[in-house]
Every structure is written in structure tokens, then in C-alpha cells.
């Protein structure tokens, strides 16, 4: 897959407070990129970053295009997104709200209005109020009308939270669907990577403003199954047996006598076995299951990749 | 452009605006009648000596259409402006391929030709209310037509253009945490000080009469505009 949208390290500042310090990463065309950060880890900012809504205070950020690069928000006719709140025009009704938003664009066809409706299952309040709505029917009137155009890149700011089982699972359909059967490059955020694990492509790790690492889901599900917990007495001695003795590169140091080795291919016993030859003190072995806070917490101290 | 002005009219109710100029203009028809009656024209004649005329009533009803175009003016750019950045409604429309720039003008030359209508429909309205009362009362003898020639009537319509400039510069207000609140505020302020005479009794003349002011308070408005639509084009 070509690289669709691409950040290089940029950064922003709102009200002298730095909200994104480093971001860099690569969107591919036709995927489904997820964004996975706790709260205030700066999603949003990234999000409004990459579709043109802010530019960045330095780096850039590109978009491929078939007259070459340009920045996203000389693309907005091409990108879908549903940013931070659903905000919508209150005294309008659920349809009147999407044939607006059509009219921005110059494009009005009442049978997208209405297939965008339904996709979100809103078809029979499409002449209410949205004033009347409650906050999951907003979502969903809010994420249709970053569907409905039917925009070669989606973008979704944390779609899911506010919406019940059944919603959730219905919009992740359509997402499916639209990237299996048009091939729409979708990018998401969320707090939650088990909302995303599913049907995501690659996910990219976000922490204090700055991306830690993107990696394929696959990966990601595989760093947080297990790991293996070594303490010894000399970390840096252990690592070069690791490497050199068992080729052993996934690991990580946490500290002078603590390391996690993600590569499980090894037998507990063959490791201990290595590094009690190689003179070094054993303090305490033992397999862990890491929760993606601790990941992150962990990435974050050493170098992104 | 008509067609994003088209658009603002389909977001904003605009016939509330139109109500509440014609009720305004019934209260104000109210107003020249009750000082018709109430004011007798020999107190009124030491300080304008041929009182009751029409160009008398007309500067009366020029300054209070000027009141109103100031405060209106703030009322609907608190409606069309400040809310769409309240609500944040505003990134939606931006997310959009039209130019943010043009968004705005769209939504300023909407607020400049309802309240343009709004004062010329006003004016057109008190004077025809006088008119029909003096039919009545023939309090005023010297005819309309012979009072007020179409220059007066065009001079009138210019100054309602330049007070609308004026009146954007509640624009500086828009970014502001209260800002529609101090934009509500300023208006009332800049209204009472441009077409109020303050200094009375000891001097009837109104700020708005000085030319220097007028300038400097046009200038005003227009930099407003101008400091609204950079702000639209900043890197947030």
C-alpha cells in the first residue's frame, strides 16, 4: 500500500501550552489506521492536524495525491471527519443538517442524504430536531455526515465511546464495509485499543503529544499477550548475552537490573540458563501480561522505533 | 457567494430578525406620536425654532434608527458569528473546501443587508407613520414632499451604510470567552456615546456629527472585519 497522508515531526502549540511535541507517522492508502491514546494524550490535536484544521507550528504534514503533495486542507473536499464533539445545527432536522453540509461542498442528492441516514440508523428521525436527539443519535448523525459524501479519507475522532454494544458494532460494519468495498482510507482515535483491535490495520501509540510507535495490530496484540520479566544484577551484561547468545533482539530495559524480553520464542529455563553462564546474578524471573498503559508507559522511556 | 448567504438563511432563523424590526418600528410609531401629543410646541420651540417640522422628526428618527442599527447589529453577529464559534459549529464549516474567508464575508454581507433593509424599511415605516398622523392632526403644515427631497433621502441611506460599517466593530469581541456578552455591551456603549447627546442641556450636538469621529469609528469597523476574517485564516 502507498503512503496515503505522512507527519514529519510535527508540533503545536495552543495558548503557549504544547499540545502535539513530536508527531510522526504514515497513513497507508486503502487501510484503517488507529490512533490509541489515554485521555488528553493529544488525539484530537493530532486529528486536527491531519485533516487540515490546524497547521503546525513546525514539521509538516503531506498529503499524496495524484497531482503530487499538498497539505490537507488543500484536500478538504476529499476527507470525511467527524472531530472532538458532534456538533450540529440544532434547529435543523437530522436530514436538513446533511443536505447543508452537502451544499458546502456544492454536491446535494437526496438518496445520499437518505442512505446516510440509514447507514447509522437514523432513517426515521430524519426530519427531527436534532435539538431532541440524545448524545449517541448526534454521534451518529455526526459520523454520517463524514460518511455520507462518501470522502476517500475518513477520519474519526473516538466513534465508538457513548454508544451502545449494538451501535458500536454496527458502525464498525460500515467502516469495514466502506474500506473493503471502496476502499476508503479510514483513520480513527480511541482510548480503547479492544475497540479497534479487531478490524484495524496499524495502530499508532500516542502518549504526552508525541507518537511512541506505529506498528500493525498483529504486533501490537503480540507485545501485549506476554512478556518475560528478568532481574539481574547487570542489565547491560544480559542484553549483549541476549542478543549475541540467543538472538534475542524484542527486548526492552527498564532500568539497570530490569529487562522485558518480548520475544517468547525462548524456553524460560534456555534464558536463565544463558545469563547464570554468562556470570551474571539471576534475581527474579517470571511471565507477565501487560495492559496497554503499562506498554505505553514503558515505550515511552526509550527510544520510539 | 449568494449562494453561501443562502445557506446562513437556511441556518439562521431570519424572520425573528424581521418580527423583531417590526415590532421595534411599531413601538418607535408609538413614540412619535405620544411626543406629538405630549410636547407642546412653544417648549420646543426655544431650542428649535420651527418646530413642528419634518426634518425635525426626521433627524429624530435617523438617530434612533442608528441606535438600533448598532445594537441590532451586535445581536445578529452574536447570532451568525459568535454562537458558530461557540458551538464550535464554525470547525464543521471550515472542515469544508470553501475558503474560511468566504464563509465569513458570506455571513457579514448577510448582517450588512438584513440591517441595511432593515433601516431603510424603518425609515420608509416611521415617516409614512408620521404622514398618516398628520393627516389626521395636521399638526405639521409644511408638506412632506416639500420638507424632504430624495438627496436628503439618499444622504439618510448612505449614513445607515456607514453606521453599519461602524457597528462591526463589535467584531474585535468575537474570539473572546464572553464575547457575545461584550459585544452586547460595547454596542450599547458605542451607540449612547456616537448618537446621544451626553453633554445636554449644556450642549445638544452628538458625537456622530463630527466628522473626525465618524472616521475613526468607520475605521474601526472595518479593521473589526478585517481582524475577524485573519483570525479565520490562523494556523487554529
Known amino acids: ?305 | 457567494m449568494g449562494h453561501l448567504i443562502r445557506l446562513e438563511f437556511i441556518k439562521y432563523n431570519v424572520w425573528n430578525f424581521f418580527l423583531a424590526g417590526l415590532l421595534l418600528n411599531f413601538s418607535f410609531a408609538l413614540i412619535l406620536v405620544l411626543f406629538i401629543i405630549s410636547i407642546s410646541p412653544g417648549d420646543m420651540r426655544s431650542i428649535y425654532p420651527s418646530y413642528p417640522d419634518y426634518p425635525f422628526f426626521t433627524a429624530f428618527i435617523t438617530t434612533f434608527i442608528h441606535l438600533l442599527i448598532i445594537v441590532m447589529s451586535a445581536y445578529l453577529q452574536r447570532h451568525l458569528i459568535v454562537s458558530e464559534f461557540k458551538k464550535d459549529t464554525i470547525s464543521v464549516l471550515f472542515s469544508t473546501p470553501v475558503p474560511r474567508s468566504k464563509l465569513l464575508w458570506a455571513k457579514l454581507l448577510l448582517i450588512k443587508a438584513l440591517l441595511l433593509v432593515f433601516s431603510i424599511g424603518s425609515f420608509f415605516f416611521s415617516l409614512g407613520a408620521l404622514a398618516l398622523f398628520n393627516y389626521q392632526l395636521e399638526t405639521i403644515t409644511v408638506p412632506l414632499r416639500e420638507s424632504i427631497s430624495w438627496t436628503d433621502a439618499l444622504r439618510i441611506f448612505v449614513m445607515f451604510f456607514i453606521v453599519i460599517l461602524i457597528s462591526f466593530s463589535t467584531l474585535f469581541f468575537v474570539r473572546l470567552r464572553n464575547g457575545g456578552k461584550m459585544m452586547m455591551l460595547y454596542s450599547g456603549m458605542l451607540a449612547a456615546i456616537l448618537f446621544l447627546p451626553l453633554n445636554a442641556p449644556n450642549s445638544a450636538g452628538i458625537l456622530a456629527h463630527t466628522p473626525v469621529a465618524i472616521l475613526l469609528f468607520l475605521l474601526a469597523g472595518i479593521l473589526g472585519i478585517f481582524f475577524l476574517i485573519s483570525q479565520a485564516k490562523r494556523k487554529n
Open chain 1, 1 to 305: 500500500m502507498t503512503v496515503f497522508i505522512k507527519a514529519t515531526h510535527a508540533s503545536k502549540t495552543i495558548r503557549k501550552k504544547p499540545i502535539i511535541k513530536d508527531l510522526s507517522l504514515e497513513i497507508k492508502k486503502g487501510g484503517i489506521h488507529a490512533i490509541v491514546g489515554q485521555r488528553l494524550s493529544g488525539k484530537t490535536a493530532v486529528l486536527k492536524l491531519l485533516t487540515g484544521l490546524w497547521l503546525p507550528d513546525r514539521g509538516e504534514i503531506t498529503l499524496f495525491d495524484q497531482q503530487g503533495t499538498v497539505t490537507p486542507r488543500d484536500q478538504s473536499v476529499h476527507i470525511g471527519a467527524f472531530i472532538d464533539q458532534p456538533v450540529l445545527y440544532d434547529r435543523l432536522s437530522a436530514s436538513e443538517n446533511l443536505y447543508l453540509f452537502s451544499q458546502y461542498f456544492g454536491y446535494y442528492d437526496i438518496k445520499s442524504v437518505e442512505k446516510g441516514l440509514t447507514d447509522v440508523g437514523l432513517r426515521d428521525d430524519a426530519l427531527s430536531k436534532t435539538s431532541t436527539f440524545s448524545f449517541s443519535m448526534k454521534k451518529r448523525l455526526a459520523i454520517a455526515r463524514a460518511l455520507f459524501l462518501q470522502p476517500p479519507f475518513v477520519v474519526l475522532d473516538d466513534p465508538f465511546t457513548g454508544l451502545d454494544l449494538a451501535e458500536q458494532h454496527h458502525i464498525r460494519q460500515l467502516l469495514i464495509e466502506l474500506n473493503t468495498y471502496q476502499h476508503t482510507t479510514i483513520l480513527l482515535s480511541t482510548p480503547d485499543v479492544s475497540e479497534v483491535e479487531d478490524f484495524a490495520h496499524t495502530i499508532t501509540l500516542l502518549r504526552d503529544g508525541r507518537t511512541l510507535e506505529t506498528m500493525s495490530t498483529l504486533e501490537l496484540k503480540h507485545r501485549l499477550s506476554s512478556f518475560i520479566h528478568l532481574n539481574v544484577d547487570h542489565a547491560a551484561k544480559a542484553t549483549f548475552i541476549l542478543e549475541n547468545n540467543l538472538n534475542i533482539t524484542d527486548f526492552q530495559v527498564m532500568d539497570l537490573q530490569t529487562i522485558r524480553i518480548y520475544d517468547t520464542s525462548h524456553p524460560v529455563y534456555v534464558i536463565v540458563q544463558e545469563i547464570v553462564k554468562g556470570g551474571i546474578q539471576m534475581n527474579e524471573v517470571y511471565h507477565k501480561q501487560l495492559d496497554l498503559e503499562a506498554y505505553m508507559a514503558g515505550t515511552s522511556r526509550r527510544e520510539p522505533r
